[in-house]
């Protein structure tokens, strides 16, 4: 007997019910190309973070008031106040991705609900997957174009940490993006020399090069405030990133140093200070073997409030027996404190 025909509603139906039954990204992924995805981990955790507004935008303190001094008995007060606060500011960027069903597939595909439902399924994964895909892509490098420009990518790693200072041991010395003469997010590192990351070069994985301008890194970016102040920190944690080739590099040198660098460097899960030394596959392409130090508590995703992956259900006017569901998100990430965060490189 032949199935009996779906209407558009029903599609919805089936549509909807997969919605609500298969959140994003709790499937098993078996259609991608890269073995590992570092963004997207990071994005999920940091779902909640969401602000209103035409941009994204953060307090920093960039300025000292430098009152403090030695006084004497019945001294003439000469207060004064400096503007310490300055706002940053990054524009939302928007991305979207959609998945489709016409009414008459059922009857030519000789299917019925239960199996529209795993065809459903798979629609979405594959639209979620190219969301995923297109995240970590972003993530890792720098936007192109102009800031006006809504349709460009979301200001990813290399807008935020320059590599600037190609010597062994390094220096805060990351400053304005090329392209943006006002600073990372409208703030000049020529005005505020504090709002830059720590740059540092090195030419090979040894002692006195690749490990010392390690070290260095981490203890100059390990700021410790000396009083209590509401950063409103995200999902903490701090992460080193790297390609294949680095990675590689620091195991092999371990293992012939026979392991022996303690807590600073371990070889048998490549860890620096008991932090996972994470691959990117993306950075594998980068023949500068760049080498990330990320503190992610001040470095964050922030979705535009109610925007995180929005499913909408639509039937097309242009094409009226199909349902497509368009799944948008409004973001962009943001750094609050670079100079918690190092790059290190080849020249």
């Not at 935020?160 to 304005?176: K, P, S």
């Not at 070889?267 to 594998?284: A, C, E, N, R």
């Amino acid at each position: 007997m032949a199935n009996p025909a779906l209407q558009i509603e029903d599609i919805a139906d089936v549509v909807t019910a997969v919605q609500k039954a298969y959140k994003p990204l709790t499937f098993t992924l078996l259609t991608t190309d890269l073995h590992r995805y570092v963004a997207m981990p990071h994005i999920l955790k940091q779902k909640k973070k969401e602000k209103i507004g035409q941009q994204l935008q953060f307090s920093a303190m960039v300025a000292k008031n430098g009152r403090a001094h030695s006084t004497a008995l019945h001294a003439v007060d000469t207060p004064s106040q400096s503007d310490l606060l300055k706002t940053g500011q990054v524009p939302w960027r928007h991305v979207t991705s959609d998945y489709s069903a016409e009414e008459r597939e059922p009857q030519f595909k000789g299917i019925d609900k239960r199996d529209l439902a795993d065809i459903m399924k798979a629609r979405r994964a594959d639209c979620l997957i190219g969301m995923t895909e297109l995240f970590e892509d972003q993530f890792w490098a720098e936007p192109t174009g102009s800031e006006a420009t809504e349709d460009a990518p979301m200001f990813g790693i290399k807008y935020w940490l320059q590599r600037a200072n190609d010597t062994v041991g390094g220096g805060f010395d990351g400053g304005n993006p090329t392209g943006y003469a006002a600073g990372c997010a409208g703030l000049s590192s020529t005005t505020y020399p504090n709002w830059s990351n720590w740059s540092a070069g090195y030419d090979e994985i040894t002692q006195d090069d690749f490990i010392d301008s390690l070290r260095k890194a981490s203890e100059y970016t390990g700021f410790i405030n000396p009083v209590v102040i509401p950063e409103g920190k995200a999902a903490g944690g701090y992460g080193y990133y790297t390609n294949w080739a680095v990675k590689k590099g620091v195991t092999q040198y371990t293992k012939n140093q026979n392991d022996n660098l303690g807590f600073d460097l371990s070889g048998k899960d490549s860890t620096f200070h008991g932090v996972s030394i994470q691959t990117v596959p993306h950075l594998d392409a980068d023949t500068a073997n760049p080498f990330y130090g990320i503190d992610w508590s001040v470095m964050e995703v922030v979705f535009l409030r109610g925007e995180w992956f929005h499913e909408t259900n639509t039937r097309s006017g242009s094409q009226h027996r199909s349902l497509t569901t368009f799944i948008d998100c409004t973001m962009n990430l943001q750094c609050k404190n670079r100079r918690r965060n190092f790059v290190m490189y080849v020249p």
